[in-house]
């Protein structure tokens, strides 16, 4: 591994609410200005690669990851975690380990190898960003439960137990390697909404119910507004700070509440929270066009023609008598 001095931020705006889009937006812009190499990460997250930026500021990445946390703080009232090193997996890593409920901060790994090595020593397999709950319950079988000690085995063994591609992608992470670069993007239009459960909650039930919810307001949304989505994302957040994304694209653009449910439900079941203390969840409806541009398949499944009567009558009933007209039978409050 080759010293490579810090060049890439992994910021994580800090709200006691979910951000709104135009303020997310806001904070994306002001990052532009310190690098146009900027990676959205909705919906409360962004990757920059400030390499570019450091002779034109005169400061070190640590340096304009501060002047980005200052700039957000006066202009949106938002904080935000920094984490500062030479490649994306490590700058987010940094930015996770600051410890939970404290304010902004900016954490920096060294580009030295020994640095990095013992940054990720004694980080359990499910710490390195891409390790799902199956690979490390898989890993830690074999008793390869650090990183330490996914690095010191051979590849072949790694190979063995995740197959090919998944252990040369293990094995390099766990050296702190990502040939991943920071790849500027438009954030696509999208709808979001978060519950946050009164307590850290064990009971995927509950969870289930949450998303159920979340899905439903989603879709009457989408809906009310005329327009449809061909992404479905999931936000995890736990009881120690951290947070789980994923996301799917839908086999069609749709705003049918049961779709968006169903996708919902399998992000969810994949990311196999038996034990996680799971302090809110939140979906995001991203790819929205106008819902005139929607091609539903035809379908000879009587249900499904129900169902989607059933809901545009769900529809009329809310405009004519409000939200609370008509809910799901699982429905949950969502603060």
Same mark, same amino acid.
């Given at each position: 591994?080759?010293?490579?001095?810090?060049?890439?931020?992994?910021?994580?705006?800090?709200?006691?609410?979910?951000?709104?889009?135009?303020?997310?937006?806001?904070?994306?812009?002001?990052?532009?200005?310190?690098?146009?190499?900027?990676?959205?990460?909705?919906?409360?997250?962004?990757l920059a690669d400030v390499r570019g930026?450091?002779?034109?500021?005169?400061?070190?990445?640590?340096?304009?990851?501060?002047?980005?946390?200052?700039?957000?703080?006066?202009?949106?009232?938002?904080?935000?975690?920094?984490?500062?090193?030479?490649?994306?997996?490590?700058?987010?890593?940094?930015?996770?380990?600051?410890?939970?409920?404290?304010?902004?901060?900016?954490?920096?790994?060294?580009?030295?190898?020994?640095?990095?090595?013992?940054?990720?020593?004694?980080?359990?397999?499910?710490?390195?960003?891409?390790?799902?709950?199956?690979?490390?319950?898989?890993?830690?079988?074999?008793?390869?439960?650090?990183?330490?000690?996914? &690095? @010191? $085995?051979?590849?072949?063994?790694?190979?063995?137990? +995740?197959?090919? *591609?998944?252990? #040369?992608? =293990?094995?390099?992470? !766990?050296?702190?390697?990502?040939?991943?670069?920071?790849?500027?993007?438009?954030?696509?239009?999208?709808?979001?909404?978060?519950?946050?459960?009164?307590?850290?909650?064990?009971?995927?039930?509950?969870?289930?119910?949450?998303?159920?919810?979340?899905?439903?307001?989603?879709?009457?949304?989408?809906?009310t507004s005329g327009q449809i989505a061909?992404?479905?994302?999931?936000?995890?957040?736990?009881?120690?700070?951290?947070?789980?994304?994923?996301?799917?694209?839908?086999?069609?653009?749709t705003a049918h509440t049961p779709v968006?449910? &169903? @996708? $919902?439900?399998?992000?969810?079941?994949?990311?196999? +929270?038996?034990? *996680?203390?799971? #302090?809110? =969840?939140?979906?995001? !409806?991203?790819?929205?066009?106008?819902?005139?541009?929607?091609?539903?398949?035809?379908?000879?499944?009587?249900?499904?023609?129900?169902?989607?009567?059933?809901?545009?009558?769900?529809?009329?009933?809310?405009?004519?008598?409000?939200?609370?007209?008509?809910?799901?039978?699982?429905?949950?409050?969502?603060?």
């Amino acid at each position: 591994m080759s010293t490579e001095n810090p060049h890439v931020l992994y910021v994580r705006f800090q709200a006691d609410a979910p951000l709104a889009e135009d303020v997310y937006q806001g904070l994306l812009a002001l990052l532009g200005e310190v690098t146009p190499v900027v990676e959205a990460l909705p919906p409360d997250a962004a990757l920059a690669d400030v390499r570019g930026a450091l002779r034109y500021f005169g400061r070190d990445a640590a340096g304009l990851a501060e002047i980005v946390r200052v700039r957000a703080l006066a202009r949106y009232g938002v904080d935000c975690v920094v984490g500062v090193a030479a490649n994306p997996m490590l700058a987010r890593m940094a930015a996770h380990d600051a410890p939970p409920n404290t304010p902004g901060a900016v954490r920096t790994v060294p580009g030295d190898p020994d640095a990095v090595a013992g940054f990720l020593a004694r980080k359990p397999p499910i710490a390195l960003p891409g390790v799902g709950a199956a690979t490390a319950r898989a890993l830690c079988a074999y008793g390869l439960d650090s990183t330490e000690r996914i &690095a @010191a $085995a051979p590849l072949a063994t790694l190979q063995r137990i +995740l197959g090919a *591609a998944t252990a #040369r992608r =293990v094995h390099a992470w !766990a050296h702190g390697i990502d040939p991943a670069p920071v790849t500027p993007n438009a954030p696509a239009r999208a709808v979001g909404a978060e519950h946050r459960f009164d307590h850290d909650e064990l009971d995927p039930v509950r969870r289930r119910r949450a998303l159920l919810t979340l899905a439903d307001g989603l879709g009457i949304r989408l809906r009310t507004s005329g327009q449809i989505a061909a992404r479905l994302g999931l936000t995890v957040r736990y009881a120690d700070g951290s947070s789980t994304t994923r996301s799917r694209t839908l086999t069609e653009p749709t705003a049918h509440t049961p779709v968006l449910t &169903a @996708a $919902a439900y399998a992000l969810h079941d994949a990311l196999g +929270l038996q034990r *996680a203390r799971v #302090r809110s =969840v939140a979906l995001r !409806a991203e790819g929205l066009m106008g819902a005139e541009l929607a091609s539903h398949q035809l379908s000879f499944d009587a249900e499904d023609d129900k169902a989607r009567r059933a809901e545009a009558a769900a529809d009329r009933a809310r405009a004519r008598f409000g939200a609370s007209a008509v809910r799901p039978a699982g429905f949950l409050d969502v603060a």
